[in-house]
């Protein structure tokens, strides 16, 4: 049970000014820091504040102003920031070794890989699978992308039973709305006409459906198709989880095609929502929950609570596709990487954080969603679990209301343009959920 329960204004939240709240704030005077950028960035994100520090759950701009930070690095610090553990981590094997190439062997690799492995706990039917570590989100698709094309190319759909000729079954079936980052081929998966435009021509190889329709996937598989990449929890426009029938769906539509089921977890991931995976969370309970498996799952963000670090876990299955010559990245998975992401490991399981945010997170849901006044008037719906919360807007944009929050000490993430997520590291405590419901209350 929540024990959250609502409050109009905490101390550190100083008394509202409800008309600056429908209106973007004043921008900060431009200071040194915003000259550079301007000077010297490419000017590829809409920036805000100057950030020049933070501690746990708060982050300083330049200025001293002191803000909650719900936004977590967009689902990235899952410890909060200057957690000792990672500071440790990061000092003694920076001392130690930063980097070795993936010509040899280090500690850390192989113990992180396991690490992952058990967490992702899959059945007998996908076998416990193995691990590939790269550097982000975007490049973790890749492999995914990759593993659907080298899989094509052997093995033939269900109904034929011979081996397509190479180079024909490479489509990846996505969802609209969904979103799989940044490089060439992670524009054509997102099924978003805004990331791709201006980029054309868009690389062929990827299909978009209707989100969470099962009848959609399968009138598009054809024989050209070799997997359906799908988000348990779509991130990017507005928090949208799927329901444990869909996945279980889309697992019996995949193994009756002869299709791999590869699962974006980049945002969902890594504890957020109190279970290891979106998926995970989303099936308990179920009484088929055991007969679903992805056949690889894609990992990044809070995974290395703020160091940067990729993963691909793949199942048995297809794992052993990629031989040496076949796949790699510099970066992948050094020991610096891996000793910082098993510190982030540790201490979550350590510091019971899985259960924490659950508890916390949703808490915080319910009482939102019990609070009449915001329900009425600021929000329409909220969506997902524990650390990874979206906030649909009731006539109201996020451009309206994400520089609102911040004014008011608040940091929020846009979700598409309606609704704003809530982010927060996984350890935070009841008193900070209990600050950020205040200051949402400011939006009354
Ligand atoms: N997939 C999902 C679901 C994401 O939310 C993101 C980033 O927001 C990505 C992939 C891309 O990750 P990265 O920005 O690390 O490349």
Request: aromatic share 8%; proline share 6%; hydrophobic share 40%.
């Amino acid at each position: 049970m929540p024990t959250l329960s609502p409050s109009p204004a905490s101390e550190s939240a100083p008394a509202a000014d409800a008309s600056s709240l429908t209106t973007a704030p004043t921008p900060p005077a431009t200071s040194s820091v915003i000259a550079t950028y301007e000077q010297y960035v490419v000017p590829s994100y809409a920036r805000s504040i100057v950030l020049v520090r933070g501690k746990g759950s708060y982050a300083w701009d330049e200025n001293g102003k002191r803000y909650l930070d719900f936004g977590g690095g967009i689902a990235v610090s899952s410890l909060g920031h200057a957690h000792p553990a990672m500071v440790k981590a990061l000092t003694e094997q920076a001392q130690t070794l930063i980097h070795v190439s993936n010509l040899y062997y280090h500690p850390w690799q192989g113990k992180l890989a396991e690490k992952l492995v058990k967490n992702v706990a899959a059945p007998a039917a996908a076998g416990a699978g193995k691990v590939f570590f790269c550097n982000s989100g975007a490049e973790a698709n890749e492999m995914l992308y990759k593993a659907a094309r080298k899989f094509g190319n052997t093995q033939p759909l269900a109904e034929t039973g011979t081996p397509p000729a190479t180079g024909t079954r490479f489509e990846v079936i996505t969802a609209n709305n969904s979103f799989h980052g940044r490089t060439v081929a992670g524009i054509a998966a997102t099924g978003q006409d805004k990331i791709k435009k201006g980029f054309e021509p868009i690389i062929d190889g990827f299909r978009h459906v209707p989100f969470h329709d099962l009848a959609a996937i399968e009138a598009a598989i054809s024989d050209k198709t070799a997997a359906v990449l799908i988000e348990s929890i779509q991130g990017e426009s507005g928090i949208h989880p799927v329901s444990a029938d869909y996945l279980l769906g889309l697992r019996d539509l995949c193994n009756k095609h002869n299709i791999l089921l590869v699962m974006d977890a980049v945002q969902c991931g890594m504890f957020r929502t109190g279970c290891f995976l979106g998926y995970h969370r989303i099936l308990e309970g179920h009484p088929r929950a055991s007969e679903f498996y992805a056949d690889g799952i894609s990992m990044a963000k809070s995974l290395g609570g703020g160091f940067p670090i990729g993963a691909v876990w793949l199942s048995d299955r297809i794992a052993n596709l990629f031989q040496p010559g076949t796949h790699g990245t510099t970066y992948g998975g050094t020991p610096l990487a891996c000793a910082v992401a098993l510190a982030v490991m540790d201490t979550i399981e350590s510091e019971g954080l899985a259960a924490s945010i659950r508890r916390i997170g949703d808490g915080l849901k319910a009482c939102i969603l019990n609070d009449r006044d915001l329900m009425g008037n600021v929000f329409s719906e909220v969506r997902g679990f524990g650390g990874l919360l979206g906030l649909e807007l009731k006539n109201r944009t996020t451009a309206q209301v994400v520089p609102a929050l911040r004014e008011k000490g608040l940091l929020v993430i846009p979700s598409g343009e309606t609704a704003i997520r809530l982010l927060p590291p996984l350890n935070i405590n009841e008193r900070e959920a209990q600050e950020a419901l205040g200051i949402l209350r400011f939006l009354l």
